[in-house]
């Protein structure tokens, strides 16, 4: 089996191709840092823009790298969302123009589903089911990951992800874009304990998580202390309160084969470090992903293309593009902003 899977929900633009038998065959990537850095965030219109440019010299680049053609190709995978519909608009389209020029079946993958079954390309003994933290820029959900295409969500953020909140505290400190690696390299030579920072909904009952308080926090004390200390004292609390939820959900998901971390944040050593030693904490497998494999990238997808294309899941060439597709969707409406989860 030969998948070609496509990425595109955000600011970076991906093809790879990845065979049934976990070999990443090709996996080319352009970011778009430069484009968006002025702005201190993702612009939605240029980074469409900037997909359409990119995606089709990756996609045959790619092709060049695995020494195939479209025609060796099993399936084509394309991220059909969530995520910017701009971009997301453009994968999808592209993949069917690929797959009904060629005669391939469609695979529409949830961005999603591509984090969460990420894990198993990796780590081909991971089984079903596991206990997943899929912490991202747009994303912070607890998911049982029971098997394909079947995801009861525990968790998910009320109003921020953890990600976003690393963003915002970066450009509140003025270290630049993207955020996630900035905040933590700045992290490194701070005092995690020099500033006072809320771990909002730590040792509630309630289960999911709250960041936008943090992020007000670290807007109140930007000026006051070093931002050294500043981002090491807003990356512990992020920890804590993932660690906070993550014991809550271990008590309501049952018997698990694994505690998993997947998405950008994922890539985070001090949160890796964090849930390794809670995994140990309780007897359980910790698995994450390299870092290459936690950020949005089209292997991820290719992969989860591979495992619905060998459970016989297949989509027509109508499929929309989605802004919002929850993996539960029957999961119970939570207050706040994560509805969009």
Known sequence: ???????????????????????????????????????????????????????????????????????????????AGPGLIGGVMVGLVTGKALAHAAGKPLIAVNHLEGHALSPRLSNPELAFP???????????????????????????????????????TATLLGLGFPGGPAVERAARNGDPAAVPLPRPLRGSDEPHFSFAGLKSAVARAAGAYAPEDIAASFQQAVVDCLLDRTVRALARAGEVTALVVAGGVAANGAVRRALEDLAASRGLTFIAPPAWLCTDNAAMIAWAGAERFAAGLT??????????????????????AGVKA
């Open 315 to 336: 989509d027509p060439l109508d499929t929309p593009a989605r802004a919002r597709w929850p993996l539960d969707p029957g999961a119970e409406a939570v207050r706040g």
């Open 130 to 168: 596991y206990l997943l933290l899929l912490v991202s820029g747009g994303h912070c959900q607890l998911l049982l990951v029971e098997g394909v295409a079947r995801y009861r969500r525990l968790a998910t953020t009320i109003d921020d992800a953890a990600g976003e909140a690393f963003d915002k």
């Open 1 to 79: 089996m030969l998948i070609l899977g496509l990425e595109s929900s955000c600011d970076e633009t991906a093809a790879a191709l990845v065979s049934g038998d976990r070999r990443v065959l090709a996996h080319r990537l352009l970011g778009q840092e430069a484009a968006h850095a002025p702005y201190g965030g993702v612009v939605p219109e240029i980074a469409a823009r900037a997909h359409v440019e990119a995606l089709e010299p990756l996609i045959a680049a790619a092709l060049r790298d695995a020494g195939v053609t479209l025609a060796g190709v099993d399936a084509v995978a394309a991220t």
